[in-house]
């Protein structure tokens, strides 16, 4: 395998792939190759978004960091040959339209509740009790709140949920349980600052900060499709928050969303008909993860190879 390396045309993210005509800005950089009978433009891409962290380390300068034209121009790629690239490039696309397509699904398969004309149709208040974290110190980082045994939910934990079962990071000590509160399971979780509306359900004992409401279900209200419930009014509760520093609801707020309300008995039936179907979904997640790491497996084996003869134009 040779090493060759690449004209610098003029700018386009090395990060990025584009064909056909376009303008790019000045403090983009775009690469062509001399000769597309010996480098494929895609496998250039493919080889250099690999390379991030040490494109990156070209990056010069305090005010102003950025990259010099010429320094990229001494960036070394490995170069096999054309039928090898092609090889590589169709292996990766491969690879890539299986994440596209199990991403596709997750996009579109949704938790939908079906709502019946017959449902009661109620407040968010009349369902369950509407408590507001608390994390009365500032500032919130001290450290010294910090480390012990209860834990402390944050808004990216709720984010990262997605709308299933949360997991932590953080925990509070005895110290900071005394300026936090303790919530006791089932909760449903719903940011209300920065993220809104962005729910999960909590099913162990648990502080977080004012940032985060909890949902208390009273009796005839179950938790999971409460929180399905609230996983529907995302969008609307980011489009009807007030805008001050930055967007935000409040627990007047939450109390006039208006959701389905049927019979316990119902919506136990509805959480388990959706549960059923999250369950067949749930493997493309692992379906994405193992994909992405055949596209890092293979860039990885591209630049490990021993390169022999190689040579620079």
């Not at 006039?256 to 999250?278: D, K, N, R, S």
């Amino acid at each position: 395998m040779r090493k060759r390396r690449s004209r610098i045309v003029e700018e386009l993210d090395c990060c990025d792939f584009a064909s056909g005509k376009f303008a790019v800005a000045n403090l983009l950089v775009a690469l062509q190759p001399i000769d597309p009978d010996v480098l494929i433009a895609k496998f250039l891409y493919l080889v250099l978004d690999a390379q991030k962290d040490k494109l990156a380390g070209l990056m010069k300068g305090a005010a102003n960091v950025s990259m010099k034209v010429e320094d990229l121009a001494e960036f070394h790629i490995p170069l096999p040959s054309l039928e090898l690239q092609k090889e590589i490039v169709a292996e990766i696309e491969g690879y890539q339209k299986v994440i596209n397509g199990a991403r596709a699904v997750l996009k579109h398969s949704r938790p939908h509740i079906p709502i019946h004309a017959d449902w009661p149709v109620v407040p968010l208040e009349e369902t369950c009790e509407i408590q507001r974290g608390k994390f009365s110190h500032r500032p919130r980082n001290e450290p010294r709140f910090y480390g012990g045994r209860y834990p402390f939910i944050q808004t990216g934990d709720v984010v990262r949920a997605n709308g299933g079962k949360i997991t932590y990071t953080q925990t509070l000590n005895e110290e900071g349980l005394s300026v936090s509160k303790l919530f006791q399971p089932p909760v449903v979780v719903v940011t209300i600052a920065a993220n809104i509306g962005d729910t999960a359900l909590l099913d162990f004992p648990s502080c977080f900060p004012d940032s985060v409401v909890g949902l208390i279900p009273k009796p005839g209200t179950d938790a999971r499709f409460l929180e399905l419930a609230m996983r529907t009014k995302k969008q609307y509760l980011n489009d009807i928050a007030p805008q001050a520093a930055q967007k935000n609801i409040n627990i007047e707020i939450l109390k006039t969303i208006e959701i389905p309300h049927p019979a316990l008995g119902v919506q136990q039936a509805v959480v388990a008909e959706i549960e059923a179907e999250q369950a067949l979904i749930a493997p493309n997640r692992e379906l994405i993860s193992r994909f992405e790491q055949k596209i890092q497996t293979t860039l990885a084996r591209i630049w490990g190879v021993e390169e022999t003869g190689a040579t620079e134009t």
